[in-house]
Structures are given as structure tokens and as C-alpha cells.
């Protein structure tokens, strides 16, 4: 969500949609796992996990450095500019690995999901539903938080006041990856 926000911020809603959709199947990626046996393998393989948390956590850690050393310029760009600066395909990579590194995401799905499946009932049909219902929610939430960032954007823009969210931001994700690696 926070990355949502600052590309909403620095890039626009509709540069931001590649990221989201990248994340949305990330996400879609780690619900079928999950539900299709995930949580066994990592509970019977715990060093498997640990791999997923300092890999979640590093990729976190440089999301927010680079967050930091980011002096806001992106949202004093044109959109000519961004097309140059940042493509869709490397949005999208960064969503989609973003959300299969995440270590947090993968524990909740596992712990959440298998409860919803019921072995009365072909698989399938359970599978595409729990999945289309999720998908939704975190587009639904991402638009919200890259709408956020965009409509602050007139706002933040007037002096150093886009560093400062980028820094509060990088800090939120260096914290969130050192949690992930440590905790």
C-alpha cells in the first residue's frame, strides 16, 4: 500500500496500474500456493521460510533506501519523462516481486485460507472464488492509497515537502524489512 501511494504520488494512477497489476497476480500467486499445499511444504521446511523473510526483508530494506535517497523529482516530471524513467515492465516486476516476497503475506494466506476450503467441494470453483474475492480487495485498496497519494501530490510538491513523505515512507519500509528479517 505504501508503494502504491508514493507511485500514485510520484508517477500518476495510470503509470501506477502496472504495478498493481503486477502485485494483484503476485498475490493471486501466493493465495493458489497457499491453498494448494504451501503451507504444508514451509511448515515441514521451516529453513524455507527463513529464506522467504531475509529476501522479503532485504528487497524491503532497498526498497526504502532507494525511497530515501529519492529527491522527488518524478512528480515535477512530464509523463514523457516517466515513460523514460521507469517502464511498465520494471512496475510490474517490482509489484509482482514485491508481493511473493513477502514473507508476512505468504504466513497469512497460509493460516488464513485453509479454514475456507471445504474437501465437500470441488477445489476449483472454491479456488477461483477465494482468489477473485482477494484480487479485488487489494486492487480496490491500492487504488484507494494510489488515489491518496495522487490528489496530495499538488500539496507535497510546494518545497522539500515530497522528500519528507518519500523518507517517512523509506523509513516505514527499511522498519517493516528489518522486522520481517529479525522478528
Known amino acids: 500500500m505504501t508503494m502504491a501511494m508514493s507511485l500514485g504520488l510520484t508517477i500518476g ?3 501506477t496500474l502496472f504495478m498493481m497489476l503486477g502485485e494483484i497476480i503476485g498475490v493471486a500467486t501466493v ?24 529476501v522479503g526483508g532485504a528487497y524491503l530494506m532497498y526498497l ?9 523529482k518524478l512528480s515535477l516530471q512530464t509523463p514523457q519523462q516517466d515513460q523514460h524513467q521507469t517502464s ?3 512496475l510490474f516486476t517490482q509489484g509482482f516481486v514485491t508481493a511473493i516476497a513477502n514473507p508476512k503475506g505468504w504466513a497469512f494466506m497460509m493460516t488464513l485460507l485453509p ?7 470441488a477445489l476449483a ?13 487489494e486492487f480496490v485498496c491500492m487504488m484507494i492509497y494510489a488515489s491518496g497519494g495522487y490528489t ?6 510546494k518545497g522539500d515537502n515530497l522528500q519528507l ?3 517517512v515512507s523509506g523509513s516505514f519500509m527499511m522498519a517493516i524489512g528489518l522486522w520481517l528479517a529479525f522478528g
Do not use: E, H
Not at 32 to 48: C, D, E, K, T
Not at 64 to 72: C, E, L, S, Y
Not at 130 to 137: D, K
Not at 152 to 157: A, E, F, I
Open 13 to 15: 494512477i495510470r503509470r
Open 165 to 167: 513523505v518519500n523518507r
Open 115 to 121: 479454514p475456507f476450503i471445504d474437501s465437500d467441494v
Open 31 to 54: 493465495v493458489v500456493a497457499a491453498i494448494l499445499g504451501v503451507a504444508a511444504i514451509m511448515l515441514n521446511y521451516p529453513s524455507v521460510f527463513a529464506i522467504f523473510k531475509w
Open 152 to 157: 496530495l501530490k499538488n500539496l507535497l510538491s
Open 64 to 72: 526504502g533506501i532507494q525511497m530515501w535517497r529519492n529527491k522527488g
Open 88 to 90: 511498465a515492465v520494471v
Open 125 to 137: 470453483p472454491q479456488l477461483m472464488v477465494i482468489t477473485l474475492v482477494i484480487m479485488f480487495t
